[in-house]
Protein backbone atom coordinates (compact mmCIF):
# COMPACT_ATOMS: atom_id res chain seq x y z
CA UNK A 1 0.00 0.00 0.00
CA UNK A 2 0.85 3.72 -0.84
CA UNK A 3 -0.06 5.07 3.04
CA UNK A 4 0.02 8.94 2.94
CA UNK A 5 0.09 9.80 7.35
CA UNK A 6 -0.79 13.39 7.12
CA UNK A 7 -0.40 15.44 10.83
CA UNK A 8 -1.13 19.21 11.91
CA UNK A 9 2.55 19.49 13.00
CA UNK A 10 5.87 17.98 14.10
CA UNK A 11 6.24 19.23 17.34
CA UNK A 12 7.33 17.26 20.24
CA UNK A 13 4.50 15.74 21.44
CA UNK A 14 2.54 12.49 22.29
CA UNK A 15 0.85 12.25 19.07
CA UNK A 16 3.59 13.42 16.80
CA UNK A 17 5.79 10.78 18.70
CA UNK A 18 2.63 8.20 17.64
CA UNK A 19 3.22 9.26 14.13
CA UNK A 20 6.93 9.15 13.62
CA UNK A 21 6.74 4.89 15.56
CA UNK A 22 3.97 4.40 12.91
CA UNK A 23 5.29 5.52 10.06
CA UNK A 24 8.25 3.81 10.64
CA UNK A 25 6.97 0.37 11.21
CA UNK A 26 4.45 0.84 8.26
CA UNK A 27 7.03 1.20 6.02
CA UNK A 28 8.40 -2.39 6.59
CA UNK A 29 5.93 -3.13 4.37
CA UNK A 30 4.52 -0.22 2.59
CA UNK A 31 5.44 3.06 1.25
CA UNK A 32 4.77 5.86 3.72
CA UNK A 33 5.23 9.52 3.32
CA UNK A 34 4.25 11.93 6.36
CA UNK A 35 2.26 15.31 5.21
CA UNK A 36 2.90 18.31 7.68
CA UNK A 37 -0.32 20.53 7.63
CA UNK A 38 1.46 23.44 9.10
CA UNK A 39 4.78 23.73 7.68
CA UNK A 40 6.43 26.11 9.58
CA UNK A 41 5.60 24.20 12.51
CA UNK A 42 8.46 21.32 12.19
CA UNK A 43 10.93 20.41 14.70
CA UNK A 44 14.27 19.31 13.76
CA UNK A 45 14.53 16.86 16.69
CA UNK A 46 11.54 15.49 15.61
CA UNK A 47 11.90 15.18 11.69
CA UNK A 48 15.69 13.65 12.41
CA UNK A 49 14.27 10.69 14.00
CA UNK A 50 12.27 9.79 10.46
CA UNK A 51 14.27 6.54 8.95
CA UNK A 52 14.85 7.26 5.58
CA UNK A 53 12.26 5.13 3.90
CA UNK A 54 9.51 7.58 4.93
CA UNK A 55 9.35 10.76 2.98
CA UNK A 56 8.31 14.06 4.85
CA UNK A 57 6.37 16.20 2.58
CA UNK A 58 4.94 20.04 3.63
CA UNK A 59 4.10 23.15 1.60
CA UNK A 60 7.57 25.50 1.69
CA UNK A 61 8.04 27.71 4.07
CA UNK A 62 8.85 30.32 1.42
CA UNK A 63 6.07 29.90 -0.53
CA UNK A 64 3.68 29.59 2.58
CA UNK A 65 4.88 33.03 3.55
CA UNK A 66 5.10 35.02 0.26
CA UNK A 67 1.57 33.74 -0.40
CA UNK A 68 0.48 34.72 2.88
CA UNK A 69 1.50 38.14 2.44
CA UNK A 70 -0.24 38.17 -0.80
CA UNK A 71 -3.03 37.60 0.36
CA UNK A 72 -3.14 40.20 2.85
CA UNK A 73 -2.31 42.78 0.61
CA UNK A 74 -4.97 41.72 -1.14
CA UNK A 75 -7.45 41.63 1.40
CA UNK A 76 -6.20 45.48 2.19
CA UNK A 77 -7.33 45.76 -1.15
CA UNK A 78 -10.82 44.28 -0.62
CA UNK A 79 -9.95 41.71 -2.95
CA UNK A 80 -10.22 38.13 -1.47
CA UNK A 81 -8.71 35.02 -3.34
CA UNK A 82 -6.86 32.93 -0.97
CA UNK A 83 -3.85 32.31 -2.64
CA UNK A 84 -2.52 30.73 -0.22
CA UNK A 85 -5.27 28.06 0.56
CA UNK A 86 -5.39 27.72 -3.56
CA UNK A 87 -1.25 26.66 -3.70
CA UNK A 88 -1.67 24.61 -0.37
CA UNK A 89 -4.40 22.68 -1.80
CA UNK A 90 -2.04 22.63 -5.72
CA UNK A 91 0.63 21.06 -3.88
CA UNK A 92 -1.07 18.69 -1.78
CA UNK A 93 -2.99 16.77 -4.74
CA UNK A 94 0.25 17.18 -6.95
CA UNK A 95 1.82 14.74 -4.51
CA UNK A 96 -1.12 12.34 -3.54
CA UNK A 97 -0.93 11.78 -7.58
CA UNK A 98 3.04 11.62 -7.83
CA UNK A 99 3.14 8.97 -5.00
CA UNK A 100 -0.39 7.28 -6.32
CA UNK A 101 -1.74 6.98 -2.75
CA UNK A 102 -4.41 4.59 -1.52
CA UNK A 103 -5.13 5.58 1.92
CA UNK A 104 -4.70 8.50 4.18
CA UNK A 105 -4.72 8.48 7.99
CA UNK A 106 -4.89 11.70 9.48
CA UNK A 107 -3.98 13.04 13.04
CA UNK A 108 -4.98 16.26 15.31
CA UNK A 109 -7.70 18.43 14.19
CA UNK A 110 -5.44 21.03 11.90
CA UNK A 111 -4.78 18.28 9.47
CA UNK A 112 -8.37 16.19 10.19
CA UNK A 113 -9.48 20.19 8.68
CA UNK A 114 -7.09 20.49 5.93
CA UNK A 115 -7.06 16.67 4.56
CA UNK A 116 -11.18 16.43 4.75
CA UNK A 117 -11.79 19.60 2.23
CA UNK A 118 -9.30 18.64 -0.21
CA UNK A 119 -9.18 15.01 -0.65
CA UNK A 120 -12.14 14.19 -2.08
CA UNK A 121 -14.16 11.27 -2.06
CA UNK A 122 -10.79 8.54 -4.13
CA UNK A 123 -9.08 7.65 -1.41
CA UNK A 124 -10.61 6.82 1.73
CA UNK A 125 -9.85 9.03 4.67
CA UNK A 126 -9.03 7.75 8.35
CA UNK A 127 -9.14 9.97 11.34
CA UNK A 128 -7.13 9.00 14.66
CA UNK A 129 -8.53 11.55 17.47
CA UNK A 130 -5.77 11.79 19.83
CA UNK A 131 -8.94 13.49 22.30
CA UNK A 132 -8.10 16.87 21.17
CA UNK A 133 -11.82 17.76 19.90
CA UNK A 134 -13.11 18.60 23.43
CA UNK A 135 -9.99 21.37 23.83
CA UNK A 136 -10.55 22.69 20.23
CA UNK A 137 -13.92 23.08 20.67
CA UNK A 138 -13.51 24.88 24.69
CA UNK A 139 -10.45 26.65 23.03
CA UNK A 140 -12.82 28.49 20.42
CA UNK A 141 -10.44 26.77 17.27
CA UNK A 142 -13.30 26.02 15.94
CA UNK A 143 -17.13 25.31 16.33
CA UNK A 144 -19.35 22.03 16.69
CA UNK A 145 -20.22 23.15 12.90
CA UNK A 146 -16.58 22.75 11.58
CA UNK A 147 -16.30 19.17 13.40
CA UNK A 148 -19.14 17.98 12.13
CA UNK A 149 -18.24 18.82 8.66
CA UNK A 150 -15.18 16.63 9.38
CA UNK A 151 -16.68 13.57 10.50
CA UNK A 152 -19.62 13.43 7.61
CA UNK A 153 -16.47 13.02 4.94
CA UNK A 154 -14.07 10.74 6.64
CA UNK A 155 -14.78 6.61 6.24
CA UNK A 156 -13.47 5.60 9.42
CA UNK A 157 -12.44 6.60 12.96
CA UNK A 158 -9.70 5.48 15.28
CA UNK A 159 -9.99 6.31 18.76
CA UNK A 160 -7.42 5.63 21.41
CA UNK A 161 -10.38 5.83 24.12
CA UNK A 162 -13.83 5.34 25.03
CA UNK A 163 -14.12 8.68 26.23
CA UNK A 164 -12.56 10.32 23.34
CA UNK A 165 -15.44 7.98 21.14
CA UNK A 166 -18.13 8.99 23.59
CA UNK A 167 -17.15 12.99 22.81
CA UNK A 168 -17.30 12.38 18.92
CA UNK A 169 -20.87 10.95 19.65
CA UNK A 170 -22.06 13.53 21.29
CA UNK A 171 -20.66 16.66 18.88
CA UNK A 172 -21.39 14.75 15.92
CA UNK A 173 -24.53 12.72 16.22
CA UNK A 174 -22.26 9.73 14.03
CA UNK A 175 -23.17 6.25 15.55
CA UNK A 176 -22.45 3.95 13.12
CA UNK A 177 -19.57 0.91 12.89
CA UNK A 178 -16.93 2.57 11.44
CA UNK A 179 -14.40 3.62 14.62
CA UNK A 180 -12.00 0.95 16.34
CA UNK A 181 -10.39 1.15 19.04
CA UNK A 182 -6.29 1.22 18.35
CA UNK A 183 -4.00 1.95 21.34
CA UNK A 184 -0.83 4.50 20.26
CA UNK A 185 2.24 2.45 20.66
CA UNK A 186 6.40 2.52 20.63
CA UNK A 187 8.85 0.18 19.38
CA UNK A 188 9.98 -2.44 22.52
CA UNK A 189 13.46 -0.67 23.16
CA UNK A 190 16.35 -1.53 26.22
CA UNK A 191 18.69 0.58 27.81
CA UNK A 192 21.95 -0.71 28.81
CA UNK A 193 22.97 -0.27 32.73
CA UNK A 194 25.73 1.20 31.14
CA UNK A 195 24.07 3.93 29.43
CA UNK A 196 21.98 3.98 32.85
CA UNK A 197 25.22 4.77 34.86
CA UNK A 198 26.35 7.10 32.69
CA UNK A 199 23.14 8.96 32.85
CA UNK A 200 22.79 8.79 36.66
CA UNK A 201 26.49 10.10 36.93
CA UNK A 202 26.01 13.05 34.72
CA UNK A 203 23.14 13.86 36.89
CA UNK A 204 25.33 13.61 40.57
CA UNK A 205 22.37 11.10 41.20
CA UNK A 206 24.04 7.87 43.83
CA UNK A 207 23.72 4.13 43.93
CA UNK A 208 20.55 3.73 46.31
CA UNK A 209 18.73 7.56 45.47
CA UNK A 210 15.20 7.57 44.77
CA UNK A 211 14.05 9.20 41.53
CA UNK A 212 10.91 10.97 40.55
CA UNK A 213 10.58 11.92 36.62
CA UNK A 214 7.92 13.28 34.58
CA UNK A 215 7.98 14.00 31.06
CA UNK A 216 5.28 16.01 28.90
CA UNK A 217 4.76 18.97 27.24
CA UNK A 218 5.50 22.35 28.53
CA UNK A 219 2.22 23.89 29.66
CA UNK A 220 0.74 24.40 33.08
CA UNK A 221 -2.26 21.82 32.55
CA UNK A 222 0.65 19.01 32.25
CA UNK A 223 0.66 19.44 36.33
CA UNK A 224 4.01 20.52 36.88
CA UNK A 225 3.60 22.32 39.59
CA UNK A 226 1.64 20.04 41.53
CA UNK A 227 4.67 17.37 40.82
CA UNK A 228 7.63 20.09 41.92
CA UNK A 229 4.76 21.09 45.21
CA UNK A 230 4.06 17.04 45.94
CA UNK A 231 7.95 15.99 45.91
CA UNK A 232 9.09 19.34 48.09
CA UNK A 233 5.85 18.04 50.60
CA UNK A 234 7.93 14.42 50.99
CA UNK A 235 9.88 14.11 53.93
CA UNK A 236 12.36 11.20 54.59
CA UNK A 237 15.62 11.16 56.13
CA UNK A 238 17.20 7.67 55.21
CA UNK A 239 16.88 7.80 51.33
CA UNK A 240 17.87 10.66 48.91
CA UNK A 241 15.31 12.27 46.59
CA UNK A 242 15.33 13.33 43.32
CA UNK A 243 12.75 14.87 40.61
CA UNK A 244 13.59 14.84 37.21
CA UNK A 245 11.64 17.20 34.83
CA UNK A 246 12.19 16.71 30.79
CA UNK A 247 10.37 19.54 28.65
CA UNK A 248 11.06 22.33 27.01
CA UNK A 249 8.83 25.57 27.06
CA UNK A 250 9.22 29.92 28.54
CA UNK A 251 6.73 28.40 31.33
CA UNK A 252 9.62 25.46 32.28
CA UNK A 253 11.58 28.04 32.54
CA UNK A 254 10.62 30.65 34.76
CA UNK A 255 9.98 27.36 37.18
CA UNK A 256 13.41 26.01 36.68
CA UNK A 257 14.09 29.89 37.83
CA UNK A 258 12.33 29.73 40.78
CA UNK A 259 13.55 26.41 42.05
CA UNK A 260 17.15 26.54 40.81
CA UNK A 261 18.10 26.37 44.76
CA UNK A 262 16.75 22.51 44.91
CA UNK A 263 19.48 20.94 44.11
CA UNK A 264 17.83 17.60 43.43
CA UNK A 265 15.19 18.76 41.47
CA UNK A 266 17.00 18.27 37.79
CA UNK A 267 15.40 20.81 34.80
CA UNK A 268 16.53 19.01 31.68
CA UNK A 269 14.54 20.88 29.09
CA UNK A 270 14.14 19.26 25.74
CA UNK A 271 16.47 15.77 25.25
CA UNK A 272 16.47 14.28 22.10
CA UNK A 273 16.19 10.90 23.45
CA UNK A 274 13.70 11.05 26.50
CA UNK A 275 13.51 6.96 26.79
CA UNK A 276 17.25 6.77 28.08
CA UNK A 277 16.26 9.30 30.67
CA UNK A 278 13.12 7.41 31.70
CA UNK A 279 15.46 4.46 32.16
CA UNK A 280 16.95 5.72 35.25
CA UNK A 281 13.68 7.09 36.76
CA UNK A 282 11.79 4.77 39.43
CA UNK A 283 8.61 6.57 39.25
CA UNK A 284 6.94 8.31 36.36
CA UNK A 285 4.41 11.62 37.20
CA UNK A 286 1.44 12.91 35.46
CA UNK A 287 -0.65 14.65 37.99
CA UNK A 288 -2.14 16.41 34.81
CA UNK A 289 -5.58 18.73 34.33
CA UNK A 290 -4.98 18.82 30.66
CA UNK A 291 -8.58 18.49 29.50
CA UNK A 292 -7.60 17.34 26.08
CA UNK A 293 -5.59 14.03 27.82
CA UNK A 294 -6.43 10.39 26.72
CA UNK A 295 -3.66 8.29 25.81
CA UNK A 296 -0.32 10.03 26.98
CA UNK A 297 2.58 8.63 25.08
CA UNK A 298 5.22 9.23 28.38
CA UNK A 299 3.17 6.60 30.27
CA UNK A 300 3.73 4.20 27.63
CA UNK A 301 7.38 4.89 27.39
CA UNK A 302 7.26 4.85 31.05
CA UNK A 303 5.42 1.20 30.56
CA UNK A 304 8.10 0.38 28.06
CA UNK A 305 11.01 1.19 30.64
CA UNK A 306 9.27 -1.10 33.61
CA UNK A 307 8.39 2.05 35.60
CA UNK A 308 5.25 2.58 37.43
CA UNK A 309 3.23 5.89 36.89
CA UNK A 310 1.55 7.99 39.38
CA UNK A 311 -0.92 9.90 37.17
CA UNK A 312 -4.69 11.54 37.17
CA UNK A 313 -7.30 9.24 36.79
CA UNK A 314 -8.67 10.93 33.34
CA UNK A 315 -8.86 9.71 29.83
CA UNK A 316 -7.16 6.04 29.28
CA UNK A 317 -4.59 6.28 32.43
CA UNK A 318 -6.87 3.56 34.42
CA UNK A 319 -6.96 0.81 31.97
CA UNK A 320 -3.32 1.60 30.63
CA UNK A 321 -2.13 1.20 33.86
CA UNK A 322 -4.51 -1.82 34.24
CA UNK A 323 -5.78 -0.58 37.90
CA UNK A 324 -8.47 -3.45 38.55
CA UNK A 325 -6.04 -6.22 37.02
CA UNK A 326 -2.41 -5.85 37.33
CA UNK A 327 -1.69 -1.97 38.09
CA UNK A 328 1.11 -0.54 36.85
CA UNK A 329 0.63 2.36 38.99
CA UNK A 330 -1.36 4.22 41.22
CA UNK A 331 -4.28 6.77 40.02
CA UNK A 332 -4.99 10.44 40.93
CA UNK A 333 -8.55 11.49 42.05
CA UNK A 334 -8.91 15.38 40.64
CA UNK A 335 -10.63 17.95 43.04
CA UNK A 336 -13.53 19.79 42.89
CA UNK A 337 -11.90 22.11 40.62
CA UNK A 338 -10.51 19.27 38.50
CA UNK A 339 -6.91 19.29 39.56
CA UNK A 340 -5.23 16.71 41.35
CA UNK A 341 -4.50 17.36 45.22
CA UNK A 342 -0.75 18.06 46.21
CA UNK A 343 -1.01 16.29 49.40
CA UNK A 344 -2.49 13.16 47.63
CA UNK A 345 -0.17 13.06 45.50
CA UNK A 346 3.16 13.43 47.55
CA UNK A 347 1.10 10.30 49.54
CA UNK A 348 0.94 8.47 46.86
CA UNK A 349 4.39 8.94 46.17
CA UNK A 350 5.85 8.30 50.06
CA UNK A 351 3.73 4.91 49.20
CA UNK A 352 6.44 3.56 46.95
CA UNK A 353 9.49 4.93 49.20
CA UNK A 354 8.02 3.09 52.27
CA UNK A 355 6.19 0.01 50.59
CA UNK A 356 8.86 -2.35 48.67
CA UNK A 357 6.86 -5.03 48.30
CA UNK A 358 4.19 -2.46 46.68
CA UNK A 359 6.76 -0.94 44.18
CA UNK A 360 8.38 -4.23 43.24
CA UNK A 361 4.48 -5.77 42.44
CA UNK A 362 3.78 -2.06 40.18
CA UNK A 363 7.32 -1.95 38.48
CA UNK A 364 7.30 -6.28 37.79
CA UNK A 365 3.57 -5.53 35.86
CA UNK A 366 4.44 -2.76 33.39
CA UNK A 367 5.56 -5.43 30.93
CA UNK A 368 2.47 -7.02 30.82
CA UNK A 369 0.66 -3.53 30.77
CA UNK A 370 3.28 -2.24 27.47
CA UNK A 371 2.14 -5.60 25.77
CA UNK A 372 -0.51 -3.58 24.26
CA UNK A 373 1.10 -0.25 23.05
CA UNK A 374 4.26 -2.60 21.38
CA UNK A 375 3.62 -0.95 17.98
CA UNK A 376 4.26 -4.15 16.02
CA UNK A 377 1.07 -5.07 17.53
CA UNK A 378 -0.72 -1.64 17.10
CA UNK A 379 0.49 -1.39 13.22
CA UNK A 380 -0.69 -4.66 12.66
CA UNK A 381 -4.27 -3.41 13.85
CA UNK A 382 -4.12 -0.42 11.56
CA UNK A 383 -3.63 -2.33 8.69
CA UNK A 384 -6.73 -3.97 8.94
CA UNK A 385 -8.28 -0.96 9.33
CA UNK A 386 -6.67 0.23 6.07
CA UNK A 387 -7.69 -2.75 3.97
CA UNK A 388 -11.07 -2.78 5.47
CA UNK A 389 -11.59 0.89 3.88
CA UNK A 390 -9.95 -0.37 1.10
CA UNK A 391 -12.50 -3.38 0.22
Not at 261 to 272: A, C
Request: charged residues 20%; hydrophobic residues 40%; contains cysteine.
Amino acid sequence: MNILISMSNLYMGGAQTFVVNLSEALSKRHRVYIYCVLPDQVESSLKNRLPASVRLIFFPTWLDNLTANIDHFLVKKNIRLWINDLCKKIHYLFYLKLYNVRIINSHLFHSDKFITEKTGSRIPVIITDHGDYNYVIEQGFADITVVRKIFDVVNHVVYISENNKNRIKELTGRDDGKFTLINNGIPRRFISQTEKDKISSGLNIKPGDFIFGMVARGIPEKGWEIAISAFLNLNTKDITLHLILVGDSDYLKELHERYIDHKNIHFLGQVSDPLSIMSIIHVGLLPSYFQGESMPMAVIEFLCCDVPVIATDTGSLGSMLEINIKPAGQLLKPDDDNKPCVDTLSSLMNNYIMNQSLYTEHKNNCRFCFSRFDIDNVTKEYEKVFLKCLS
